[in-house]
Structures are given as structure tokens and as C-alpha cells.
């Protein structure tokens, strides 16, 4: 029954989340000028007036990083980088964050400098606005959040102001490939591995043996000449006699 209702809250949550972005980009540039406010009227009573200006000006930065993570750009950057913000974790980061600078923009209020004389009406509405609409907005987004998220197919808030009535469907696409490509490469991964150093010989097509072949380097020619000379006249040590000395040339010469 819930499963059925979240399914029919998706296509009018495309809609509603949407607007929902708008109101928040709204909130987000409200607090950045509130904080530029209390960063110019900033009193400079002490020396210690730098740690609030630092203060206002990392609110300023979240702010802003806030805001981005809210625009439908560098959606894999915030998938990869900061999931938290992403689209498979819903709205429950920001909400938070929204009532953290709501509450603290509030609070900024609480000092001398940023009074209602102080300030003018003008500004001091726009720090009030600004504290205000961020406390309930983050409540409108945790609310919003489990409104239009499904944990069981694992579609959040984010992926219906995505895709609609469609999220659904989309989402159990991406699952089933994500899936078959893990058994694939797990497949992989038990397949027996076959190394170039391993202890196996291979028998070849010509006949070769498995033992190794000790081959000889190439012999010179002209040394090769000369040890076949040589051996018409001179035996080794086998038992063979060497050639008879009357056939030397002094001899035959008569110099003996």
C-alpha cells in the first residue's frame, strides 16, 4: 500500500520538488546577503573582530557550495566527490545544513551591532527573513525526503525531481546493469590465469624435447680450417701415433 502511494506521489513530486529547488536557491542567496551585511556592519570593538568576519565569510562560502549542489550542474562531482549531496542520499544533509546556518544567522542578531537601530530595519529584515526561511524550508526538505523517497527500490527524493513518475524504472535499470556487470567481473576473476613463467612445458609440433637444448655458439670458419689441417698430422690423446718424421722437409732437403 505505501509502495503504491510513494509510486503515485512521483509523477505530481517532479512538480512539487522542483519548485522546492527554486525555494531553496532563494534561501541560499538570502543568507549570503544577510552574512555580507553583518560582515560590512561588523563592530570593531576588539581584535577579535577578525574571527567573526571569518566566521561570515566560511558562511558565505557554504552558502554558495550549498547553492551549486542545488543547480542541475556537476551532478557526477557531488555523485562522486560529496554523496552526502548527491542523488542517491535524498535532502537530509541539506536540511540539515539549512537549519544549522538558519540557527546561527539568528543568533548573529543577539550582539549590539546587529540591532534593529544598529543596522535599519531594512537590513535587519533581511538577516530575520534570511534565519526564518532557512529553519523552515530544512524542515519542508527532511519532510519532502521521506514524502517521495522509496528506500525499498532504493529511488530517493532526488531521483524523482529527476526523473518523475518514471524514477522507478529508471533506477531499476541502472541496478540490473550495475549487477550483471559485477557477476561479469567476478566471472572474470575465477577464471584460471595463465603466466609466461609458469613450470609447464609445452611440446612442440616438431618434435622437440621437454629437456633443454644446449646449442653451441657459431665456430670461425677460418679456425675450423685450420683445426681440420692440423688434424691430418697430429692426434689427441686417444692412443693414436703422430705421422712418421721422415717425411719432414729438412729431411727430404738433406740439411740433416
Given at each position: 500500500m505505501m509502495a503504491?502511494?510513494?509510486?503515485?506521489?512521483?509523477?505530481?513530486?517532479?512538480?512539487?520538488?522542483?519548485?522546492?529547488?527554486?525555494?531553496?536557491?532563494?534561501?541560499?542567496?538570502?543568507m549570503v546577503a544577510a552574512h555580507i551585511v553583518m560582515l560590512i556592519k561588523i563592530d570593531l570593538l576588539t581584535d577579535f573582530f577578525f574571527f567573526q568576519a571569518v566566521s561570515h565569510a566560511?558562511?558565505?562560502?557554504?552558502?554558495?557550495?550549498?547553492?551549486?549542489?542545488?543547480?542541475?550542474?556537476?551532478?557526477?562531482?557531488?555523485?562522486r566527490h560529496w554523496p552526502s549531496l548527491?542523488?542517491?542520499?535524498?535532502?537530509?544533509?541539506?536540511?540539515?545544513?539549512?537549519?544549522?546556518l538558519g540557527i546561527g544567522a539568528l543568533g548573529d542578531l543577539n550582539t549590539p551591532a546587529t540591532s534593529q537601530e544598529e543596522l535599519g530595519l531594512t537590513f535587519w529584515r533581511i538577516i530575520i527573513s534570511a534565519g526564518i526561511l532557512a529553519l523552515?524550508?530544512?524542515?519542508?526538505?527532511?519532510?519532502?525526503?521521506?514524502?517521495?523517497?522509496?528506500?525499498?527500490?532504493?529511488?530517493?527524493?532526488?531521483?524523482?525531481?529527476?526523473?518523475g513518475a518514471v524514477a522507478p524504472q529508471k533506477i531499476a535499470s541502472r541496478t540490473?546493469?550495475?549487477?550483471?556487470?559485477?557477476?561479469?567481473?567476478?566471472?572474470?576473476?575465477?577464471?584460471?590465469?595463465?603466466?609466461t613463467s609458469s613450470p609447464i612445458r609445452r611440446s612442440s609440433t616438431t618434435g622437440s624435447s621437454?629437456?633443454?637444448?644446449?646449442?653451441?655458439?657459431?665456430?670461425?670458419?677460418?679456425r675450423m680450417a685450420s683445426n681440420a689441417a692440423s688434424s691430418k698430422y697430429s692426434r689427441d690423446s686417444t692412443g693414436l701415433t703422430m705421422p712418421?718424421?721422415?717425411?719432414?722437409?729438412?729431411?727430404q732437403s738433406g740439411h740433416i
Open positions: 503504491s502511494l510513494k509510486e503515485s506521489l512521483a509523477g505530481p513530486g517532479y512538480v512539487i520538488l522542483n519548485a522546492l529547488r527554486v525555494i531553496n536557491i532563494i534561501v541560499f542567496l538570502d566560511v558562511a558565505i562560502g557554504i552558502c554558495l557550495f550549498l547553492l551549486v549542489s542545488e543547480l542541475p550542474f556537476f551532478r557526477n562531482y557531488f555523485d548527491g542523488e542517491d542520499s535524498g535532502f537530509l544533509t541539506l536540511a540539515f545544513a539549512m537549519l544549522i523552515v524550508v530544512s524542515v519542508i526538505n527532511a519532510a519532502a525526503n521521506f514524502a517521495f523517497a522509496d528506500r525499498d527500490i532504493g529511488v530517493s527524493a532526488r531521483h524523482v525531481r529527476v526523473y540490473g546493469s550495475q549487477r550483471s556487470f559485477q557477476l561479469s567481473y567476478k566471472r572474470e576473476e575465477t577464471l584460471p590465469s595463465y603466466s621437454r629437456f633443454p637444448v644446449k646449442i653451441s655458439p657459431p665456430q670461425n670458419p677460418m712418421d718424421i721422415a717425411h719432414h722437409p729438412a729431411l
